[in-house]
């Protein structure tokens, strides 16, 4: 139980590079504002396709702070790897045509390490929410960002 894989997508109304570019247009305040993950970025570096940066989310009262590697594969896929103190994520983001626009699919493992391992069976609930939550609060960023414009 110390592992637990999570899988969430959309459909946007967008073009494949202009969801992907939008995705991974990574800014100081991608978090900011009324969210379920609130927080800060802090230390965002990019080295040709790899990008690393820290965040800092409060989620329910509680306050965390994740380490973020992110390697781009323009425009079909970005790999991601964050670690915190209760665990590490890894996971694939892939960017599909499909008619009418493009499936967004993120897809990964949550490994529980340390304090994460003792408490899983309630960790691994909330974070497939929080998880599953900010991806949709992100895509409907997006889609009032496009509606505006």
């Known amino acids: 139980m110390a592992a637990f894989e999570y899988r969430h997508e959309t459909i946007v109304k967008a073009?494949?590079?202009?969801?992907?570019?939008?995705w991974t247009d990574f800014?100081?305040?991608?978090?900011a504002g009324e969210r379920t993950l609130h927080g800060t970025?802090?230390?965002l570096r990019r080295e040709g396709d790899s990008w690393t940066w820290t965040d800092e989310y409060v989620a329910m009262g509680l306050r965390t702070k994740w380490r973020w590697r992110v390697?781009?594969?323009?425009?079909?896929w970005?790999?991601?790897?964050?670690e915190t103190k209760l665990g590490?994520?890894?996971g694939i983001i892939t960017f599909q045509e499909v008619q009418g626009g493009t499936r967004v699919q993120e897809v990964g493992t949550f490994t529980a390490t340390g304090l994460g391992r003792l408490i899983a069976r309630v960790l691994r609930k909330t974070v497939l929410r929080l998880l599953a939550e900010d991806f949709k609060?992100?895509?409907a960023d997006f889609r009032s960002e496009r509606k505006s414009s």
């Open 137 to 139: 609060e992100h895509w």
């Open 78 to 82: 970005e790999e991601l790897h964050g």
């Open 88 to 90: 590490r994520l890894d």
């Open 27 to 31: 800014t100081p305040d991608d978090h």
């Open 15 to 22: 073009p494949r590079e202009e969801a992907y570019a939008w």
């Open 71 to 76: 390697t781009l594969h323009p425009p079909q």
């Open 41 to 43: 970025r802090t230390d």
